[in-house]
């Protein structure tokens, strides 16, 4: 049943970034990314705002933990799972964790874009 929360959550989350990147694209065009940023930097104060919710005032069920953050915002952007991750490391402590996490996620997923991307081109066949 879990999983069938998640999937409806990633649902409206996944329909809502499309909606923002639409939108951000016919106001300013598309030389920038402005969307996916706008996603990105929503999608994190969201997560703030539901993981300080649960975390002092709410006692909603993990049902509706898991729809609202791992489905609607997993949907929307993982984007603020990472700079959760992120911010709970640091406020442990572990500051070199923290920045290890940090250094690696950005780095290794831009590498493997990049990677993606050099073997898309060497077997263009494959993949049509």
Do not use: K
Request: net charge positive; hydrophobic share 60%; charged share 5%.
């Amino acid at each position: 049943m879990n999983y069938l929360i998640v999937f409806l959550g990633a649902g409206v989350g996944g329909a809502g970034r499309h909606g923002v990147n639409v939108l951000a694209a016919r106001l300013f065009g598309n030389g920038f990314p402005l969307g996916t940023l706008a996603v990105n930097i929503l999608g994190c104060l969201a997560m703030g705002l539901l993981a300080g919710y649960f975390a002092f005032r709410g006692h909603l069920p993990q049902e509706a933990r898991l729809f609202l953050t791992t489905g609607v915002l997993g949907g929307f952007t993982t984007f603020s799972a990472f700079a959760l991750d992120t911010a709970l490391l640091w406020e442990r402590g572990n500051l070199a964790a923290a920045f290890v996490y940090v250094f690696s996620s950005v780095v290794l997923s831009l590498a493997a874009v990049a990677a993606g991307l050099f073997l898309a081109r060497l077997f263009p066949v494959a993949l049509a």
